[in-house]
Structures are given as structure tokens and as C-alpha cells.
């Protein structure tokens, strides 16, 4: 076995930061070896710094790592997983990406932006081609990666075997889990036996970044799907695992069969490079009439497959369907790191 | 005060019985004389037949009645609301219509015939003029009105308002309550910090009852509603209130505004006859942008009003927002006296 | 009908305020003149100020109150509640006590000064016989009565029959609601489909209040319950309503029909007087095996009676039952407001 | 490696029947050959028989497994787990152990009988030698040995270190998981945001068992601890994990320190033949003031550790703590897996 690539995580102490030091502990490519977090957490040992809010405990091996500020040097690697908060995760992304590190962001900020792939492997693996251009304009020797939204990441990953017959219109509702929303997150005396049919943002972010995601590359520019995406967005008392469904309109006629095989033997870059975070279907078609549900489907797999079921025509468009994911791994820590292995898979961490 | 008009409830002891018992406990015109149940309960007490199971102990004045068997006869009294479980309504509710009983029933039996008024006294009090040809063409002296699936009294509700900009197209999605599947209903081990995306028949009734509820009368029938409409059904961990998300496509062009105001001055044959379960509003727009929400929402008003909110633009059609009610009240019990309440006020129970 | 006493509510913008606002709403005695909060709430209107955390929407007759700063004067009426926080409410209390106000308090802060009533009135009424005391050795005009934590108030109900049987010891364990850890309180990722085991600072003003409410007053001062009094404090993912298993030992032998007439007799001052917040009565003993239950139970008798069941011959002590109560309406506000209804049946408001 | 001993499990298609073909699935020692159900299920493939409600899928070894009638022959492999229902149970055992079979049994219908071993491997490996005269006394070439109650289990782990200090009196508060109950259990509308205190004979259960349990061997017999045990048991909305909170009396002095150290330490037979099953660490003191808590701690360890926390003295008694452990794992599947293990380790499944 060979020696483990060193890797740092900005952000390390928030809920986010806790899903990547939980995803890598037994990664076998990648090291935990640096804790970044804010001033406040820096020269303390990381279980100092940090009140532990996943199931279990902390990873002895992160345990004892001193937190470091979030600024370049500080022996940062040059792998930087980014967990930090949208408000502060601009300038400091782009403090190390300057400084010639590899940011693969869960961060918001940098999404939409031209240059930045919002990547999913198994949709956009080509998206990676930006960097160069990201590199050049932005005179980086670093670069800027970007995973979706969670709720993205489950509705396109839903979509992406649809692209062939030509996605036109998509209507998506929510039902995501209180885990999305961090630490303290949401309130138990507003999500008890509850639905809050808002979460802030989130529907302008699933409707562009889908279209972006699912977007082809031109030259050193995305073009976006000129799809019309629609998406309602409500939080439920689930502990992990969004759930949509997905209301789609395509272009081309397909039978049910079609598409309900396009879903079954879906396979992208991931699975054909045997990344070590990919799971082997990325798509698992559930025949139960009742699946998938968020607790009893998103921990599957390792939290990385999407569980679609329930396929359907729809009335209003040509089909609909059932969406689950598990919201912080498959959309955001194990995303993340899934693009890193495609990276690194790229020759692009060298 | 003059004397209250005897009622009975067909089905009692069940879950939706037991909500209109509840429902009637302190009626200003109908009082719960006779209740009939199956034939394993007659002859006992109502108290001994029925483990309560809503909220509270037993309204007292029901707890001495004694439960008949579901026949005509056994000094049932003219009106009658049913509660009763599909599988045994057909007949039952036929033979007492036949024996010239007003049945005013939640069963979904009977909903879909084209001689029966399914009845939401806000859209569609004109639908009662359907009942002459009812009783000429079955011979019966009597009389089946129905209430429909909770979920689609919602739906329509929130719909309503619309319907002079002519509604072409409805996605809606629900999340709906655990008392809407009746005890023992939804097993915990299912729905626990869980969602679970189907409801058997649910979609379809919406589908297909929203059409006739919003339909014309023409003549002695019903023009159905041309509209499509799309309706995906979930189970949530809440005890009351079902929410939906609605996306609607509008025929005629109407400003944001207007589609507000709409919902805020809707007022229908129930208010203008202050029918004593009208809701003053039946209609309650939300400005929060975190509403309506079952839990702190449904049990307003008595549960008889629908909590609107979220009204926005959709990228895919013309608008969305958020509808809310009470499934067991509005939804069920609370629907059907009301329906009693205006064939009442029509001097239809004369 | 007599013109309302004018009453203020301290901290009226917090969870505990916004229950007081909400009991007050339709009070026969007492009208909710003036609100207090913070210096960052001063000046805006109570609607403005405060996020409605309860079910349903502000009353009205609040909604356009002024809110005003937390200290004497500012037209502050002479009844004055106060919800205020524990950090803040030593200093505030003082100054309107001293400055003439009757407090009636829901805080802790000063429930365990040996001149300062910590008043249950179905228990202990004969407490207020210490304000004399307390006015004249602390030189105040006004005087601070205080209602006991919200788990207290459940447990001494529980315990308040069975003292003529010489209470020896208690072991309680509790099961408590989110509501009361206030707003935000308990976050969602904590509390859902969990419990926590540990309610900082509960047990210790359990196993202490429980012992002075149940003392014997002694000329000016209280002579403590000599129990042995043991809690264990969980959270439980229940809106409103604790629910406490008790054990107890009794130094006269009771017959288990004897204890549960103790029960369901219990009358005392304020059903005597029938103070306008007062349940008809004070505990309800449930015969179904498996009641009381917070969620279908606690609501009952406008949230002020406990509820009390499953009584048993105890293996270790004499007996164990389960008590169930409101914790924000018995265990905060309500016991608040009936505190202020006894003391003006004393004529101690004249 | 050796060839796996092949297992069969009686009760196969229910949920605790489900949690022994999940918890089995790679075990290293026994291999799942056998499934036994109703004449219902007979002769269908386990997946065909068996709705699967525990997380994620059937395992793929069981699904294709034929279920059998449960009664001795059928190819029934000489060790069987049973799972089944207690109203069937007692014949089937006995039927099986008087072929010949070993039965492991979960049931409760032969815990109390004075030749069958309760067996805790942790607690009371020596219990073993009943089997001598179980065998003789019976006539049987088999035999039947019996793991205790789910919440027995976790309280009696909590309890077997401080049995040097003589346990004398244990007042014992449950709050225990939805899936203890089986499915389809308990109904949402009963437990959806709500606590429901009552598990029909889980305390008389709870309190014999343990004095069983904790008992010395005695040549053939076992002579119970003679403390005296106080259970109130329980049912919270959680899906798995019980959680107790303990008050003891001990005989002889003990500082917190020792209590502590007593948890800490505490290693038996399964840990020292590192038994497959067995957790390295049985009791695991956690040292944060709210913990353990079931849905964050119970499926460590792979479900086989009791979680101890919040040692403190107590008002009443000694000491009180928290106990918690996965019910259907440690409490059930895993309970009887592990005595099957230390059955081997004895040789007595040669």
C-alpha cells in the first residue's frame, strides 16, 4: 500500500467539516492530516475545539490534530477540502487556491461562477476542462472545485439519465432532512411533528445549479441545459436523507421501460475508474411501491448512491418519480471527496 | 333556541367516526342521536365500543349512546353522516338512501358518480342541484351527498380563486398527516424520522376529484374542470394537517398581486349564510414566508379554514404556493357537516 | 361586568412571554396592558418585535401593544409577571418589587429565598403569609411571588395527596418537552427520534423546590418537607407536556384505593374559591392502562389540571404512578397567572 | 477457514426473526442455512414470505433461502435461534429441543423456568450448567437456553459491576425504542410526538428477570439476587435503542470513583475468548453530561456495547446513571448470538 495523500479540511469543526473527518477515516487514498477552523478554534486539539454532533464519536486520528487559522501555509496540504461557511468562504477559498492549493469546495460561493466546474462525476466529469481557463484568467496556480447544493445533487443525479431524450421541464419538491441545515440548525420547536414548507435559498440554488450541471461543455465554457426547472423546498423531521419528487417533461417520447432502464444501467467515469468512493450503481432503482424513504435508504451504499423509485407517467408533463439521497454525504462531505478521487484519477492533483 | 336535529353517524367507533362525534359535540343545529357501527359493536355502550383515540376523552353525551347496527331502521334519524370504510359503504349507504335517509357521506364509494354531488360548499354548492336527478333515476326517497379525500379539499381550495384565470395545469405534491390513514393506520416503525412516498389510491382520487369538484354544472350533470393536474402523495411524521405544494398554469395572464388578493377576499355561499362551521375566512393568505405549517396552522379556525402562503413565481408555470388544512376536520368530519350545513340552508333536509 | 385589572408581562417577546400574552388573551380579571423586553425591543410594537413561536397567530389585542424597556415606571401597571430569563431577572424583579410592583414570576431566580413564596395554590396558599416578612425586612413597598420550574409543579401536584401519608421518599424520573427549554432551545439534530438525558440544572431545582412547596409554613418562615427527593431529568421529542414515573415511599400505610381516592378528591383553595384559571380539578386520575400521555392529555382543562395514572404497588417503595402536566401552561404561565389569582382573592392586589 | 456451522432461525419472517438473518449475515462462525415461519409462509422463498423493515435490503444469502414449517426435521440444523412469538413459542422449543436441537432461544416463555439458563455471557456464563439437569430432568438430547428481555439486558449490564458492592434496591425508568415492539408495533398515532407509558409486562419482566439474571448458580440451581427491583417502563418515539434511568442502593460503601472504575473496567468471559460478537469493551462510560443517548450511541459496536454515563450520587439511593443499549441487537438478535458463541466456546454445541 502506498503512502495516503495528505489532506486538509477547512471548516473542520462545523457540522459539514464533521461529515468529511467522519467520510475519511478509512479513505484509502486520502489523509486527514490538517484541521483548519476559525481563530477562535486555533491551538486547540481538534476534540477540543470541537463538540462532536454525528452518531458515535469522533475519529481517534483527528482527535489529536491541532486546529490551524484558515489562511495558507500553516502546513496546509495542498489538498484542501472546504467546509466552510458561505460567509466567509469566499476570500479564503481564494486565498489558497492562489497559493497554489486544490480546493474542492462544498462551499456555495463559487458555484455559479463561469470558470468553477460544479461537479458531479457522473454527470459532468468533463466539466473539469474549466480549470485551465479558471487557472489562466484568475492567475491561479491553484484552482477552485465545487460540489451542488444537496438537494441538487439527488435531483440531477435523478435527471442525469434522462438527458438523452431532452429534459424540457421539471417540477421538484423537497422534503429534506434537518441534517442539511448544520448545528444548531433547525429549531425542534419548528420541525417537531412539523413541516416548514422554506428553506432559505434553496430553490434558486437547485434550479440554476441544475441547469449548469447538467449543461454541456463548449470550448472552456459551460452551456447551460436550457431546461426550465421549478423547485419547492420543505424541511421535514428526518434526520439525514433528502427525498424529492421529480415531475419531468422530455423531448423525445420514451416508454416507461426506457426510462425506467436508463435509471438501472446508469454507470458514468466513477464506476468504469472504480473510484474508492463511487458506488458500484449509482442509481438503485427500487421496485417497492413505498421506496425510497429517507431513513431506512439514505445510509446505504455508503451514503453515495441516489434511490430513485416510484417511476410513473405524470398527468401534467411524461413522467415522475421518487428521488433519495443521503443530503451530507452524497451531497456534500462524500461528494466532495468523490471529486477529488476524479481528479486525482484526472492526474489533475500531480 | 330551538330544538337540534337529530343525527346519526354511520361507522362511529372508527377514527373518522370518532372525529365527527367530536366534531358535532357542541353543534348549534344537528344533535348526535344515533350512532351504528359493525355488528360486533352493537348493543354496547358507545364507551364500550370505541377506544378513543383522539386528543382528550370521549364527549360525554356520546359516550351513553347505544351503537346500531348499520341498517335502516333501529330509529335512525333522517340525516345521516357516514363514516364508514370503503369496503362496506356501497351497499349500506345505498340501502339507507333508498329507505329515504339524507346521507352525507366521507366514504369515497359514491364520490365519482355522475349523480353525486361531491361537495366542498365554497366551489360547488350549485353541484346540489344534481340530487332531483339522483333520486328520479335511482328511485330513491332519500339522498347521498359526498366530501372528498381530505387531500384534494385542500387542493381544491387553494385552487378555487383561480379558476376565473382558467387553470390549465396543476403539479401538486403532498405531505400529508398520520391520522389521515385512520388507527392503526401507519405503523411507527414506517414513519419515524421517516417519509414514505406513497399512499395507496391517493393520487388518483385527487386527480380525478379536483376535476369534478372544480367542474360546471351544466344541466343535470357535471363539466368536469379540462385541467390536468398531477398529484405525487407523501406520508410525514405529523399528526395533523396535510400541506401541499401547488404549481399552477393559468390560462389568462394574472398579476402576482391579483392571484394574492384573490385568495385573500375569497368568500363563498358558507360565509354569506354564516353557516355555523364556515370558516369567516375560508381562505387565510400567509405573509411569513415560513408558512402555513400543519402543526401550527391546521387547528386554527376550528380546523375549518386552508392556510395559503409562498405564493411565487414558478419557473415552469405560472405560480406556486403552499396550501394547508385540516385532514380530519376540513379534510373529513368538519366537510361533511358543513355539506349538511348547506343542504340545510337550501331546505334540502326539509 | 367590572373594569380588568391592568397586568404587564417582563420578557413578554420570549417563549415564555408569548405564553403568558397567549393565557392572558381572553382573561375575565386581568388585561394585558404592557409589555417589557429587552432594550433592543424597546419602542417597536409587540408584533414587530417578537417571532410567534406558538401555534396560531399573536393576539390581537397584543400584536400593537408598545414594547417597553424592562424597568420601573414607563406606565408599568402594578401586576406585573415576569418571564424574564434568569441572567437578567435578580436585578429587574428587585427594582419593581422595590419600586411598589407586585412580581409574580415564572423565573427561578428568586424561588428559593427563605422570604419569598414558592406557591403551588392548590398546596401551599398558606405561603403567601410570608410577604409581610419579606416586605419588611427587604424595605420593599411591592413583593416577588414566584411559581415553581415547570417539572416541579407536575411532580408536587403528584406528590401534594399523599403528604397526610407522610411522604418519606421520591425517585422521579421525568420526560420532558421541548417546549420548555424556550426558543430556539433544543435543536433538532439533538432531539429527533432521540432523547437526551440531561436537563441542566433540573434536577437539582426538582429534588429542592419540591421540598419547600411542600413544607409546612412555621410563624414567617417555611419548614421544608423532610423527603428524600431523587430526580432524573430526560428531553423527549414531545412539543408540550412532562411526564414524571414517581416512586414513593409513605410513612403511614394507604391502601392502593385509598391513594387513588386521595387523588381524584383533591380539591383545595382554588377550586374552593374557583379562581377563574383553576381546573374543576387539580389532578385527573386516568383508569386506561396506558394514560396519561402528553400529546392527547396535557392540552386538556386549558393545559392547568395534571393528569395522573397508572398507580401501582411499587417493589421498592409503597407505590408508583406517572403525573402528566402543561409545562408551559401548569408549569409556567398558567401556574404564573393563578398565582396572581389567589393573591387577589387575599386581597393582596388591593 | 473453516467450514461455518450451519443455523437455522425459527420465527425467521417477523422483526426480531429479521434482525437475526441481518445480524448473521457475516457472521464468521455460523451460517444461515434454515428458515423457519408459519405454515403460511412455508414453502415460499424467504424474500417472497418476508416484508423487509429493516433499514437498507434483505440480505441476499436469506432471500433465497426456502422457509420451512417449524417443526423438528426439514433438514433443521442442530443449532436454532428462535424468534418467535410468545403465544407460540413454548411447544415449538420444546419440540426442537426434544429432536435433539440446541435452541437459543429470544423468546420469553422459558426465561423463568428453574432448569433454563437467562443467559447475559457478560453476567452469568456459569447459568450454563443448568443444562445437565434441564437435559436430564426433561429427557431431552437437546436443550433450550434463553437470553432475557430487551430492557433486562441493558439494565442488568448496568448493574453486574457494582454486584461486589451488593446490589439492594434498584428503582429502574425506561424509555425504550418503537422497534422493541415489533411490526407492526406500535401505532403513529399512538407514539408520533408523544410518550406512551406502558409496555404490557415489560416491568413485571424487567424485575424478575434481573434478580435471575444477576442470581449466583447454586449447585443445579440458581438462587436469585435478593434485591429488590422497581421498573416503570416506557415507550418514546425513538426507532431503535432503549435508555434507562437506574437508582441503587448498594450494601457495602463505594465512592463515585469506584463506580465509576467498576463500569470501566468491567471485561468478562466473551471478552477473554474474544468471542465473535462480543463488544471488546462491554459497558462504555461516556464521560459528556447528556449522554448516552439511544440514537446516537446504540449501533456502536455494532449494537453489542451498553452505554453508561451521567454517574452521580443519589438523594435517595447510593448512585443513579444511564444505561443504554440497542434493543434488538444487544437486547435480541445479538443477545442470542452471542450466547450461541459462548455455547460454543464451552464446547457444548459439539
Not at 481517534?60 to 495542498?78: D, H, K, W
Not at 492562489?98 to 466546474?117: Q, T
Not at 434558486?204 to 450541471?213: G, L, N
Not at 454541456?216 to 426547472?229: M, S
Request: aromatic share 6%; glycine share 8%.
Amino acid at each position: 500500500m502506498q503512502p495516503r495523500i495528505p489532506v486538509g479540511v477547512l471548516g473542520a469543526t462545523g457540522m459539514v467539516g464533521q461529515s468529511f473527518v467522519k467520510f475519511l477515516e478509512h479513505h484509502p487514498w486520502f489523509e486527514l492530516a490538517w484541521v483548519g477552523a476559525s481563530d477562535r478554534s486555533a491551538g486547540k486539539k481538534y476534540q477540543e475545539a470541537t463538540a462532536w454532533r454525528l452518531g458515535g464519536v469522533m475519529p481517534a486520528a483527528a482527535a489529536g490534530l491541532m486546529v490551524r487559522e484558515s489562511t495558507p501555509g500553516n502546513g496546509a496540504p495542498r489538498l484542501m477540502f472546504s467546509a466552510m461557511d458561505a460567509s466567509v468562504a469566499t476570500e479564503i477559498e481564494r486565498a489558497f487556491a492562489s497559493a497554489g492549493h486544490v480546493i474542492v469546495s462544498n462551499s456555495r460561493n463559487h458555484r455559479m461562477e463561469s470558470d468553477v466546474p460544479l461537479l458531479v462525476p457522473e454527470i459532468n466529469a468533463s466539466h473539469l476542462k474549466l480549470i485551465p481557463r479558471q487557472q489562466r484568467e484568475r492567475g491561479w496556480t491553484g484552482q477552485i472545485v465545487t460540489n451542488p447544493n444537496c438537494s441538487t445533487v439527488v435531483l440531477t443525479m435523478g435527471l442525469a439519465p434522462l438527458k438523452p431524450y431532452g429534459i424540457q421541464r421539471v417540477v421538484a419538491t423537497t422534503m429534506q432532512a434537518i441534517s442539511g441545515a448544520g448545528y444548531p440548525g433547525v429549531a425542534s420547536m419548528d420541525i417537531n411533528a412539523n413541516v416548514i414548507p422554506y428553506i432559505g435559498g434553496e430553490e434558486e440554488k437547485m434550479q440554476t445549479e441544475a441547469q449548469k450541471i447538467l449543461g454541456d461543455l463548449a470550448g472552456d465554457r459551460i452551456e447551460f441545459l436550457p431546461a426550465k426547472v421549478s423547485a419547492s423546498c420543505n424541511r421535514v423531521p428526518v434526520v439525514d436523507g433528502h427525498l424529492i419528487a421529480v415531475s419531468v417533461e422530455l423531448a423525445r417520447k420514451a416508454s416507461i421501460e426506457e426510462v425506467r432502464d436508463a435509471f438501472r444501467s446508469f454507470r458514468s467515469v466513477p464506476q468504469e475508474r472504480e473510484l474508492p468512493s463511487a458506488p458500484v450503481r449509482p442509481l438503485v432503482y427500487m421496485n417497492e411501491q413505498d421506496r425510497p424513504q429517507p431513513r431506512r435508504d439514505a445510509e446505504r451504499d455508503n451514503g453515495m448512491a441516489v434511490y430513485i423509485g416510484r417511476l410513473r407517467e405524470c398527468p401534467v408533463f411524461d413522467y415522475k418519480f421518487m428521488a433519495c439521497g443521503h443530503n451530507t454525504i452524497r451531497g456534500a462531505a462524500g461528494a466532495a471527496v468523490l471529486n477529488a478521487e476524479l481528479m486525482y484519477s484526472e492526474g489533475l492533483l500531480d
